[in-house]
């Protein structure tokens, strides 16, 4: 199959699609380290128009990764026409992984890439591809270094395209989900230092999956020991305000989020900004 271009783009994003798809295709096979992001789907998306079957999506599954977003990284995976893959990783069994250090996505990944490395040597010596572009580079992402050490490449970094890039490409390729919000791991929604179990990650997933089910198209829960610090768009925040400001509404709120096991509930004024509990470090 082959993606063809519904929109124009500038001329260095057009060099990079075209550099993309030579450096895909001359590989002979490849192994994409699939989540279902934006930027992973992207790859996935060359990977399969270039290699065909010689093309592999694979998706890790733990706790720390919310239920919807795996169906929609199947369903997309679907789309595409890729052959598709769920591995069970287990994150949460290494030390250094549950204690949430400063170190835990070099945790991840290590495990994640550890498990890829034989998948892709059966495969006939595939090669891994993740999603990282050219952004991830000047933010704290320790998990990089662990996919480094396992040899997996990064075609979006390597060529220099950003987040903004991928958006534009994606969309120009006609993939439905090019504007598809940022949703990193759950264990993300924890303070550093602060202990990671699956009952704590299914309780951020199911207040998470609840907001969304309101209405509210993009939302963090930040659980920081038992409370819970709702993240919504800056835009929406007035919006937000109005709506829990009815006694019942906000009842609604309050005794939803005390059954999923949280002692007290709030609303971040700020808004949703990714990695803020990076402010930490």
């Not at 990284?73 to 287990?90: C, N, S, V």
């Not at 989900?177 to 309780?203: H, N, V």
Request: a neutral charge; glycine letters at 8%.
């Amino acid at each position: 199959m082959a993606f063809t271009l519904l929109d124009s783009l500038p001329a260095s994003l057009e060099r990079g699609l075209s550099d993309l798809r030579h450096q895909v295709a001359a590989l002979p096979r490849v192994v994409v380290a699939y989540s279902g992001g934006v930027d992973s789907a992207l790859v996935a998306a060359i990977a399969v128009e270039q290699r065909g079957a010689a093309a592999l999506a694979v998706t890790g599954v733990s706790p720390a990764l919310a239920p919807h977003l795996r169906r929609e990284a199947a369903q997309q995976a679907r789309w595409l026409g890729i052959r598709h893959r769920e591995i069970p990783t287990a994150e949460l069994a290494d030390p250094a992984y549950a204690a949430n250090p400063q170190e835990r996505c070099y945790a991840c990944k290590r495990e994640l890439h550890g498990l890829l490395a034989p998948i892709a040597a059966s495969a006939g010596g595939a090669v891994v591809l993740d999603g990282v572009n050219h952004d991830d580079l000047g933010d704290h992402r320790p998990g990089i270094r662990a996919a480094r050490e396992h040899g997996v490449r990064s075609p979006l970094a390597e060529l220099g395209i950003d987040k903004a890039g991928v958006r534009r490409l994606s969309r120009a390729l006609g993939l439905p989900w090019w504007d598809k919000p940022a949703q990193p791991c759950l264990a993300s929604r924890f303070p550093y230092g602060e202990p990671i179990t699956a009952a704590r990650l299914q309780r951020v997933a199911a207040a998470e999956a609840w907001l969304l089910q309101q209405g509210w198209p993009e939302v963090r829960v930040r659980s920081q020991g038992e409370t819970a610090r709702i993240e919504l768009p800056a835009a929406l925040l007035a919006q937000a305000c109005a709506r829990w400001a009815d006694p019942q509404l906000r009842a609604e709120l309050v005794s939803t989020f005390l059954e999923l096991g949280f002692s007290a509930v709030s609303l971040d004024l700020e808004g949703l900004v990714s990695g803020k509990l990076n402010r930490d470090l």
